[in-house]
C-alpha cells in the first residue's frame, strides 16, 4: 500500500470536501493491510468474550441461545454503558506512557495487560490507526448483530447507513492518526473529524505520534504550538506539570429508552424478518397465551410484525371485543404462512 492512499499535500477550498475526500481514501486503505495483525486479533477475541460473558450475566436464557420475553433493549442500554467505559479505558491505556505502565485511575484507565489493547502504546502511527480502524469496524457490526439479534451482513448494513455511536474515543483517535496533520489547523475539520477530543487531549496523542513507512513525517512542533495558543484562547484551563492527562470515563446514568432507540430495534427488527419466515418471526416468542393476548393489544405489535395485522384487524383489536378477535387474527396469519 502507497502513502499516496492518502494525499497529504491536497487542501481543497471546503473543508467538508476534505475531509469526505479522506474519508473515502482511509476506507480504501483499512480494508486488507492490518488483517493479520496479531494483538489485533487478539484483542478482538478477548473483548467478544468479556461481552458474551456480560450477557450471560444480564439474560443468561438469551445468552443460551433460547427466547426470552425479557425487554431486549434494556440489554441493548447496558452493553452500551459497557462499551462507553471500555472505550475511555482502551483509549487511556494506549496513551500511556511506556515507563508508566500501571493504571492510573481505577475507573478512567483501569487495563493492567495492555496485550489486551487493538493496538500498543508504541504504535500510535498512521498504521497504528488503520489497524485501530478495522478493529473498531469489526466490533461495532458484532456487537450490532449481537444486541439486535440479526446477522452480521444486516447489522454491517445498519452500521454504513446509519453510523454508529460505539467506541467514540477510539474512532476519533484513528481518524486522527490518519489525517494530514497539515489540515489539523483548521478547527471545522477537527470538529468534524474528531468531536469527541479536546484540543487537550488532540495535543497529547499528536505527541505520542511515530512515524512509519505509510506517514514518514514527524509532527511539526509548530502544529503542537499552535493547538496549544488555541487551547489558551478558548479558555481550556491549564494542566499542572504533574497532572496526567487523560480522557473522563462518562457516569452510567439511566435514561427511559427514546423513540429514534425504539425505532432503531424496530429498523433492524425489519431487517432482520426480510430473510426469515413470518411464521418463525411471530411464534418465536417465549411468551404464555395469556402475554401473546396482551400484546395483540399494544401498538408495539402492530410496528413489530410490520404487516402481519391491517388496519381493519387493528380497528378490531381496539374494540370490546379485542379478545374474540384473537383466534381470528391467528387463522389468518397461519393462511399467510401456508400460502
Known amino acids: 500500500m502507497q502513502s499516496s492512499a492518502v494525499d497529504q499535500s491536497s487542501v481543497l477550498s471546503t473543508p467538508r ?7 473515502k481514501s482511509v476506507r480504501d486503505f483499512v480494508v486488507t493491510p492490518f488483517e493479520d495483525s496479531h494483538q489485533g486479533m487478539l484483542s478482538i477475541e478477548i473483548w467478544k468474550a468479556a461481552f458474551l460473558d456480560a450477557l450471560q450475566r444480564i439474560c443468561p436464557v438469551r445468552a443460551g441461545g433460547h427466547d426470552c420475553g425479557c425487554l431486549q433493549v434494556v440489554e441493548r442500554m447496558i452493553v452500551e454503558q459497557c462499551v462507553a467505559r471500555l472505550d ?16 492510573t ?3 478512567s484507565d483501569p487495563i493492567t495487560d495492555l496485550s489486551v489493547l487493538p493496538i500498543p502504546p508504541d504504535g500510535i502511527s498512521f498504521g ?3 489497524q485501530l480502524k478495522n478493529v473498531i469496524n469489526t466490533w461495532s457490526t458484532w456487537l450490532l448483530a449481537l444486541t439486535a439479534h440479526v446477522g452480521e451482513e444486516a447489522a454491517a448494513a445498519a452500521n454504513i447507513e446509519k453510523g454508529t455511536s460505539h467506541f467514540t474515543m477510539l ?8 489525517l494530514p496533520k497539515d489540515m489539523l489547523m483548521e478547527k471545522s475539520i477537527r470538529k468534524e473529524v474528531c468531536p ?3 484540543l487537550l487531549l488532540i495535543r497529547r496523542v499528536l505527541s505520542k505520534f511515530a512515524p512509519d513507512e505509510y506517514a514518514p513525517d514527524p509532527i511539526p512542533p509548530s502544529l503542537l504550538a499552535a493547538l496549544n495558543a488555541e487551547r489558551q484562547r478558548v479558555g481550556e484551563s491549564d494542566i499542572s506539570p504533574g497532572t496526567i492527562i487523560m480522557a473522563s470515563a462518562p457516569p452510567v446514568v439511566y435514561f427511559p429508552p427514546s423513540s429514534a432507540c425504539m425505532g432503531d430495534i424496530v429498523d433492524m427488527k425489519m431487517m ?10 411471530l411464534f418465536r416468542k ?3 397465551s395469556d402475554e401473546e393476548l396482551e400484546e395483540l393489544e399494544s401498538p408495539l405489535f402492530l410496528l413489530v410484525e410490520n404487516g402481519c395485522i391491517d388496519g381493519k384487524e387493528a380497528a378490531y383489536l381496539s374494540g370490546k371485543d379485542a379478545f374474540a378477535q384473537r383466534y381470528r387474527l391467528l387463522r389468518k396469519v397461519w393462511n399467510r404462512t401456508e400460502s
Open 17 to 23: 470536501s476534505v475531509v469526505s475526500r479522506l474519508k
Open 88 to 103: 475511555v479505558a482502551m483509549f487511556n491505556a494506549i496513551l500511556r506512557d511506556m515507563e508508566e505502565n500501571v493504571p
Open 105 to 107: 485511575d481505577p475507573i
Open 128 to 130: 497504528g490507526g488503520a
Open 171 to 178: 474512532r476519533a483517535m484513528s481518524d486522527l492518526l490518519m
Open 196 to 198: 469527541a477530543l479536546s
Open 272 to 281: 432482520a424478518s426480510s430473510t426469515q419466515t413470518r411464521s418463525a418471526s
Open 286 to 288: 417465549g411468551h404464555t
